[in-house]
Structure formats: structure tokens, C-alpha cells
């Protein structure tokens, strides 16, 4: 019997120390005053179990929990973090779900003293803050919109809701965009970048240590196309023949995540696609089968550094990365 290899009698009191810890519930002063030892040596006991694989600890997702998705999708994309939701069907139908992990996420991660920017157009993320409970202590400093929030009056409000109800949750003050995402002309984007209320927002967006976005296609939403921010039937068909396959604040970007210059950019009040990137916490929403070359593009860009999708689009993500 060699220095490095326990004695039989040994095994056994491993054995016997770990059942009674594992197994049994006991505390340790209880097993030590039950084979008087003393604590400190039970200890050692426990960690040597371990060490000598006498005791194994074996981590079992139960349904709905998808472990193995989260850290295969943040493996495969560079991700800082990734939420896999237990959700059905297509579309919209992800969306209770996502917006449901989202508000859990969002519930566990705000500490204090953040910068949340937002986008405007997401029914997603509405649903989200619909469903987050209110924090008893601040926990964000200011919850700022990064893209126009002004549109037709009868989804104005969601935009609106969205921002204030979110600062309302987490004792944040909110910064309003008053204007629209996309305006007529670079000379209005220009002019209306000078109006205090409007440089008071684009200002803030250095100040961003978190950002929430929706993660879009190159069909807009019917919530953006209510609104009166998405895009026209030409701008759709000149993103096609440049390669897009989707948006972050109406930011379009192809498969690769490379940075798509449409003629409307320069119609766009929105943050830049560098100011972004260089948020710390970059958080996208999305899921449902027409968004995977999206988020795909999206992961890849380094649009965001966390996901939060559904299982069956997560899958789809890993199936062809």
C-alpha cells in the first residue's frame, strides 16, 4: 500500500462520512460528534470524497431548463451570456415566453447605478416590462431611448409605456427621444439633432453601460409598421440586393453582421452602430423561426453579447452557425 493510496479501512470511513453528509442530511459537527472526530477533520473527510470522485456532484437541468443550449450558443458565438426559454410554436407565439425570461433576467442582473437604453419598437420587450416586478431599491440611474420613440398616435403610447414603465420599475429616470426613428430627409435628421430635448438624448447614449434591443428582420413588425418608423417597400428591396438579413434599431446588418449602408441611414435618429457596440452589456430579445439569420447576424456582428431566444430557435442557431 503506497503513501498515495488509502487503506481499505479508510475507504470506508470516506464512505461513511460522506453518506452521512449527502445521504442522510447531517450537519458536520453532528457527524463528528457521532464518530468522535472533530469538525475540522470531517471536513477534510468531505473534501478528500470528493477529490477521490467518492462523492460525484452531478448538476440535472429539470424540463424547461436548457443548460447545454445556453453554454453551446455561448460557446459558438463569443456570447457573455445566453437565456434559452422553454417556448412553442412560432412568431409571435414566443413571445410570452421571451418576455418572461427577459423580466426574470433583467429582475436578477440590475444591481445599481446603470444606464438601460432601450429601443422604441419592440413588443417584446413591452411585454417584458409588463410582466417584471418593481425592484424596492434604484437599481438604474436612467432608462434612455436609443432610437426615435415619436410615432403615429395609436402605438405612441407603446413606445412611451415601454420607457417609463421600465424606469418606473427600477427607480430610474426616463429619457424620452422626442422624435421619430426614421424622418424625411438628412436635412430634418440634422436639425432635429440640434433641438435640446433630441442632443440631450444622443448625448446619453455614451453614457450606456446596458442595452435592451429587439433583434428585426427585414419585414418590420406590425407594431413599427403602425407606428410609422418602418421602412418602404424600395428601402426593403435595396436591403435585399445589399445582403441584409436584419436590424437592431433600424440598423441593418447581413449575415455576417457587417454594418449594411442603405440610402435611409442617413434619415436615421437613432445610436450608431460604434456607439453600440461599445455598450458593456449589449442584451438582444428575439426568437421564432423568420428571426434565426437575424440574431445569427446579430451574434456575430457583436450587436449583442447576451441572448435571450427560445429552444427551438436556439437550436436552429447551432444546427448551422
Request: charged letters at 25%.
Amino acid at each position: 500500500m503506497t503513501a498515495s493510496t488509502p487503506s481499505p479501512d479508510h475507504l470506508r470511513l470516506l464512505v461513511k462520512v460522506a453518506r452521512m453528509y449527502h445521504e442522510r442530511g447531517l450537519r458536520q459537527p453532528e457527524i463528528a460528534e457521532r464518530l468522535n472526530m472533530s469538525q475540522a477533520r470531517v471536513s477534510r473527510l468531505l473534501k478528500e470524497a470528493a477529490d477521490r470522485a467518492v462523492v460525484r456532484t452531478v448538476v440535472v437541468s429539470p424540463e424547461g431548463v436548457h443548460a447545454e443550449l445556453e453554454d453551446a450558443l455561448i460557446k459558438e458565438y463569443g456570447l457573455r451570456d445566453a437565456v434559452v426559454a422553454d417556448a412553442g410554436g412560432a412568431g409571435t407565439d414566443v413571445i410570452p415566453a421571451l418576455a418572461a425570461a427577459t423580466a426574470t433576467y433583467l429582475d436578477a442582473t440590475l444591481k445599481g447605478g446603470d444606464v438601460i437604453g432601450i429601443s422604441s419598437w419592440s413588443a417584446t420587450l413591452l411585454e417584458a416590462v409588463n410582466v417584471m416586478p418593481a425592484k424596492t431599491n434604484s437599481v438604474a440611474h436612467e432608462v434612455v431611448q436609443i432610437v426615435g420613440g415619436s410615432g403615429s398616435p395609436e402605438v405612441q403610447l407603446h413606445a412611451t409605456r415601454l420607457t417609463s414603465r421600465l424606469a418606473e420599475l427600477t427607480g430610474a429616470r426616463p429619457v424620452f427621444a422626442p422624435c421619430a426613428a426614421l424622418v424625411h430627409s438628412r436635412e430634418l435628421r440634422d436639425l432635429l439633432s440640434k433641438e435640446p430635448d433630441v442632443a440631450e438624448v444622443m448625448q446619453s447614449w455614451a453614457r450606456l453601460t446596458l442595452a435592451l434591443v429587439g433583434i428585426g428582420t427585414l419585414e418590420p413588425s406590425p407594431l413599427l409598421r403602425r407606428s410609422g418608423n418602418a421602412i418602404t417597400p424600395q428601402d426593403k428591396r435595396q436591403l435585399e440586393e445589399l445582403g441584409a438579413v436584419g436590424d437592431v434599431c433600424t440598423r441593418y446588418f447581413d449575415a455576417e453582421g457587417r454594418p449594411v449602408n442603405a440610402d435611409f441611414d442617413d434619415r436615421i435618429i437613432g445610436i450608431e452602430p460604434d456607439q453600440l457596440r461599445a455598450v458593456d452589456r449589449r442584451i438582444g430579445v428575439a426568437g421564432g423561426e423568420s428571426k434565426v439569420a437575424a440574431i445569427r447576424g446579430a451574434a456575430r456582428g457583436g450587436w449583442i453579447n447576451i441572448l435571450i431566444t427560445d429552444a427551438d430557435t436556439a437550436k436552429a442557431l447551432l444546427k448551422n452557425p
